[in-house]
């Protein structure tokens, strides 16, 4: 595709294809849900979540829940949580770069991401284990922005060589490698405002990026209990997947087979870019982060 000067030239992004399923399956009856329900409003109305920070204390007891400064503990009244769901909307929409990638989040429409966050890479040319980098972020997301079942990005490993500013080095790979919406991993008030502000740079202004947003955040919360699944365990899972390629009548290992195909489209496909300004802007952000966060 022809680019101007300013533009280095690019190739489209596949229309995305999304999962609309023909059928539906119901497993709980009104019943069950409502026993369900129950269960969830007791447990956060009389065990409750900790929340190791005074900050957290302070907001979630002006907003009606009980916060006790001893144990940390807040416990959420059945009316607070009701309340707050009532302001949920019933879809919204994930914005893209491109508005042809939009995701309008609706009943009957679903999409695949990809999952994260890892911290290690298996090198593509040495096949070495090492700490991730940001550039296996920029591979894996022009990767993704070529893959039409991919609705939206999530980074699959963390930009380990930026140290502090990783979370934001993150977003700085993905919105110059794909059109489509970021969904970052972005922790700490301050991180968060910087991650703000870049995302207001690629949707234009604070306003089209209220009504577009082009960034979400998802930070998942400390479970109380955890399976131990070693990384040797997934390892071996990994290998036992399904191998698809034959050669001489033999199946391929899965992982050189997805690698040779990850391969060629990080080779090929280059999404089309940021303008050369927002480039510059996201590098100024990225300058003034670290001087912020270290």
Not at 141 to 157: H, K, S, Y
Not at 218 to 237: F, G, I, N, Y
Request: charged share 30%; aromatic share 6%.
């Amino acid at each position: 595709m022809t680019a101007s000067s300013d533009t280095p030239a690019f190739s489209p992004t596949p229309p995305l294809e999304p999962i609309r399923p023909t059928r539906r399956v119901r497993w709980l009856e009104d019943e069950q849900l409502d026993r369900l329900q129950d269960a969830t409003l007791k447990v956060l109305e009389e065990v409750g979540v900790k929340f190791p920070d005074e900050r957290s204390l302070d907001i979630l007891a002006a907003h009606g829940c009980h916060a006790d400064r001893a144990t940390q503990v807040v416990t959420f009244p059945r009316d607070v949580v009701r309340r707050a769901m009532a302001t949920v909307p019933r879809t919204f929409t994930m914005a893209a770069r491109n508005p042809d990638f939009d995701l309008r989040l609706e009943e009957g429409t679903s999409y695949y991401t990809l999952d994260g966050c890892g911290v290690a890479a298996l090198d593509p040319e040495t096949r070495v284990e090492r700490p991730s980098r940001k550039s296996d972020l920029e591979a894996q997301a022009r990767v993704a922005d070529w893959l039409p079942g991919i609705g939206f990005i999530w980074p699959t490993v963390s930009a380990q060589d930026h140290g502090r500013t990783s979370q934001l080095h993150e977003i700085d790979a993905v919105f110059n490698n794909t059109v489509k919406h970021f969904q970052a991993m972005v922790m700490g008030e301050d991180a968060a405002r910087f991650a703000v502000e870049m995302a207001t740079v690629v949707a234009g202004t604070p306003e089209e990026l209220r009504r577009r947003p082009v960034l979400s955040n998802l930070v998942c919360s400390v479970a109380p209990l955890a399976e131990e699944h070693t990384r040797t365990h997934m390892k071996t899972s990994l290998r036992r997947g399904l191998e698809r390629d034959l050669v001489n009548n033999r199946y391929r290992d899965p992982v050189e087979v997805a690698r040779e195909r990850a391969m060629a489209v990080r080779a090929s496909h280059r999404p089309e870019p940021l303008e050369t300004a927002k480039r510059a802007e996201l590098t100024r952000i990225l300058g003034a982060a670290r001087g912020v966060l270290g």
